[in-house]
């Protein structure tokens, strides 16, 4: 059995992975945790454990509180994502590999893994990321921008009065609010989506194909209905790149 941890921003997703079935993800914010919360939440029920694969962008306290639980739990280390040049059919498209975060270079990995060809990757969480992968396993490089509720919280923490005028209203289903809270979100989450979709023409005005798309990340459902093209949701696409890692140990670090 492996146990396959993907440290977000601010939460933490896990699922296990046995006999090469991944089992249902599940997902918690880690703001406030110790090392007793990940021992409770995450590794007690997870049973018998012979692995642990951590894909890590949280920072440095929720890793080693996860590491601590494992080592004290299951006495093994657990091993941690680092983007290389190639792995598993994709090839990293960073000039240094090391820079790409190690939540993006799994979610590439899930991607070809899933056999849809060229795919924009689209994550939206805290941040927000857009990746290329083309029909050969090519990354094509990405973008990285706030998500919507960082985008939100910058302009009421950066504007006078948005904050008190905000208060009530609600958004709507046309492009034009008739009120501050709802031209916020609005303006908002079309930005977010005008991205993604220029994002999916350049990919195919490059290649002559249109590649799917792919969501994932917590806020990711707040975006979809603004996109023009159908795109397939798949909350678990950075879990499935670790399984994919799972017998991969060069891409990965003690």
């Not at 012979?50 to 657990?78: C, D, H, M």
């Amino acid at each position: 059995m492996v146990l396959l941890i993907d440290i977000g921003n601010s939460r933490l997703k896990w699922a296990t992975l046995h006999a090469g079935a991944l089992s249902e993800m599940r997902a918690a914010s880690y703001a406030n945790w110790t090392r007793r919360d990940v021992n409770e939440q995450v590794l007690g029920p997870a049973g018998c454990v012979e692995q642990v694969l951590v894909s890590n962008v949280g920072g440095r306290r929720i890793a080693a509180l996860v590491n601590e639980a494992v080592r004290e739990t299951w006495g093994i280390a657990a091993r941690f994502v680092i983007p290389t040049s190639w792995a598993a059919g994709v090839r990293n498209g960073y000039a240094d590999p090391g820079q790409l975060g190690a939540d993006r270079w799994a979610a590439l990995l899930g991607a070809q893994a899933m056999g849809v060809g060229a795919a924009c990757i689209i994550s939206v969480g805290t941040a927000m990321t857009i990746d290329g992968l083309d029909d050969s396993g090519q990354h094509l490089g990405g973008l990285i921008l706030p998500g919507p509720d960082l985008m939100v919280a910058s302009l009421l923490g950066h504007t006078s009065d948005l904050a008190e005028r905000s208060r009530g209203g609600a958004t709507g289903s046309t492009l034009f609010a008739d009120n501050t809270r709802g031209a916020i979100q609005q303006g908002t989450c079309h930005a977010l989506a005008a991205l993604v979709e220029r994002a999916i023409d350049a990919m195919g005005a490059a290649s002559g194909t249109t590649p799917a798309v792919l969501l994932t990340g917590g806020a990711c459902a707040r975006i979809e209905p603004y996109l023009a093209r159908p795109a397939r949701t798949v909350p678990d696409l950075v879990l499935r790149g670790l399984a994919v890692l799972a017998e991969q140990p060069t891409s990965l670090d003690a």
